[in-house]
């Protein structure tokens, strides 16, 4: 049974709806290719990340919202660098100052893998917001306009307890559970170090509505538990995602209405494949050239794969071609897989003549990143210079 299925009498204005934004997945710090953002000198990747949780904090203030709940994955490591974290605490002391309460959890990406490491989530409570990132469940429950809406928070690193039971406090008029993982019978492509599939009776505790992070797409699991969706594009294998966040709105008997509020971001385009077949280099540079003067490329993240390429094509593609689509693009990836090559399942790497190798080389930097082998600007430096003499590299090597 639910408790309280309705407002107590004078609640919430006479009836008055609750409007709760629930945003998730920000992975704030997240680096990706060689490019400086030139007002910066920071990678541009993780300013483009930046600006999105920037323009997702405007439109939360632009809809008059009562509470703002982060389901994890607020930063893209453990250790964020101080501007980073300096950035996340400006923008959600707005939400603060508007006399909004924030709460959240941490997810697989900023959780310490030592119970002993400060979580760098706990700078929130210098700007007021509360975020749990420990090992155990909590709970709190805020008054909004009237209403006593209670919070079950269950950060990453209580959810692989698999015994952990939580349940609606009775006095709460709106009751929310708040986790990170993977719901049973989604399918999410490729895999994180530190994720997890959430219990099955973790979420069966008839709460009113349950907050979901993890999964990059805005996705209902059940009529009261979704997904918020991440508020940018983090992979290929996130092409057809829709950035933004999620209002939910309730009235005295739960969930009124679930919105979706899209917020712009980097256009990231995967572009119709080639299909080489006895082609020459010629050819395939033209067809090459097609591809990318069908879509505005400019400032764009790219990818395009050609396959059943015969032997040897692949090294008299156009250089100078490959090098105006490089500095058209923020990252233009070209991935050509010769003649009787299988191809590699969705998000992993394939055997390409461009692109792949540049793609191994970023994972690896990344992964060490993550791990706290490499420092940022060290990975950051490391990465660029890497890339580029791969990139001058191939430019002076042809197949003959």
Partial sequence: MRYNSRYPAGRAG?????????????????TRYARLCPKTG????????SEAYT???DAILERDVDLVIHSGDVFDSIRPATHVVVH????????????IPYYGIAGNHETPRLRATTAALEYATIVGARFVHGYEPDY??????????GLSLIPHGAVADREVVVTPNRDDDISIL??????????????????????GHVLDG???YVALGHYHYFHPHRRNAYYAGA?????FGEVDARPGFAVVEFDGNGVKKIEHVPIPCRPMLDLPRIDATGMDAAELTEAIRERTDREEIDGAVVRLKVVEAPRGVAGGVDRGLLRELRRRCLDFSLEISEAGAEEAPPGEAVVAAFGPLEEEFRAFVEDRRRSGKIGQRFAESFLAAGLDYLRRAGEGTRET
Avoid: C, M, W
């Avoid at 920071?42 to 990340?49: F, I, K």
């Avoid at 996340?88 to 006399?99: C, E, H, P, V």
């Fill in 42 to 49: 920071r990678n541009q990747r993780e300013v483009d990340v």
């Fill in 178 to 199: 708040v986790t990170h993982g993977t719901v049973p019978g989604l399918r999410i492509r490729g895999h994180e170090l530190g994720e997890v599939d959430l219990p």
């Fill in 14 to 30: 006479g009836g008055q709806a609750v409007r709760i934004a629930h945003i998730s997945d920000t992975h704030l710090g997240y």
């Fill in 140 to 149: 709190d429950a805020v008054d909004v306009s009237g209403v006593r809406v």
């Fill in 231 to 235: 508020t940018e594009r983090f992979g």
């Fill in 206 to 208: 008839n709460f009113d």
């Fill in 88 to 99: 996340f605490l400006k923008q959600t002391a707005r939400i603060i100052g508007r006399d």
């Fill in 55 to 57: 323009r997702a904090v």
